[in-house]
């Protein structure tokens, strides 16, 4: 696991011995159980060459403060929904993205399409947290997550839950991983998108050639989902031919300043 990740994955088990702590067990099950029913991703096809989740994002490791100004998440979810986002994604981890769970629920308050939690989940108690903040789905990255037994029993928390999941590989091995994984049954494709990351996580650059080289490895088993590095029209195109459902958006747009605007002319040139 590359150094920053393993950082931030030893910093994220800090936060959940401290939200355990903080919560008496069952506490956070009940308030999951007592939210609205998750909104499920839409199925598709799609007008759109892709369905695009956007991002809301304050800052990143690699890329430091990406929108220092203008951040505000009720705003951000609005024009996103306005201009096309079939989902929003929300990043909640503090200490190394500057999210936090208040601008998820700041999003959730702002627009009706569904929202994805995306931090570093370890534990089934942040899938409780996730829902009874009125999330709807929820990151899972397989190299965080290298036991077998716990990537799935995330992903059943989730499922049980009403949640659908993300879930997101880097690499060959693990997008083979991944397959074998849905392919014995360990994991279900209900409510599941298989997110391909374009970052190498350990130059930290992006290029899709990445993604889509490794994209037949996990065809036909649940919706694809390119992540990072995307930022125009051609594309999603490109991205779409090679096998892909959906695109994860970002820093691209998280850096332009109408990022609804600049979604509508990724999807549509000329419609923003």
């Not at 080289?213 to 036909?220: C, E, N, S, T, V």
């Amino acid at each position: 696991m590359p150094s920053t990740l393993s950082d931030i994955v030893e910093h994220k088990h800090r936060e959940i011995d401290a939200l355990l702590r903080m919560h008496p067990p069952g506490e956070l099950e009940h308030a999951a159980r007592a939210a609205p029913p998750a909104r499920p991703l839409p199925e598709f096809p799609t007008d759109d060459p892709l369905a695009i989740i956007a991002e809301i994002k304050r800052m990143s490791p690699s890329a430091g403060p990406i929108r220092p100004e203008g951040f505000d998440p009720q705003d951000l979810a609005v024009r996103y929904a306005q201009h096309g986002a079939s989902a929003i994604s929300c990043l909640t981890d503090e200490k190394f993205f500057g999210g936090s769970l208040a601008d998820l629920t700041a999003a959730r308050s702002a627009c009706g399409v569904p929202l994805l939690r995306k931090d570093f989940v370890l534990h089934p108690a942040q899938i409780a947290q996730a829902r009874a903040a009125h999330a709807d789905a929820v990151l899972l990255i397989a190299e965080c997550l290298p036991d077998d037994g716990l990537l799935a029993d995330l992903r059943r928390a989730a499922a049980d839950l009403g949640m659908s999941v993300l879930l997101e590989c880097h690499d060959t091995a693990q997008a083979r991983r991944l397959a074998g994984l849905l392919d014995s049954g360990a994991i279900s494709a209900d409510g599941l998108l298989l997110g391909i990351n374009n970052r190498n996580l350990s130059t930290m650059t992006t290029d899709l050639r990445h993604g889509i080289a490794m994209a037949p490895i996990l065809a036909g088993r649940a919706p694809l989902v390119a992540e990072s590095g995307i930022r125009t029209h051609a594309d999603l195109v490109r991205l779409g031919e090679a096998g892909f459902a959906w695109a994860l958006v970002g820093e691209h747009l998280m850096r332009q300043p109408d990022p609804g605007l600049a979604l509508a002319g990724m999807l549509r040139p000329g419609g923003g």
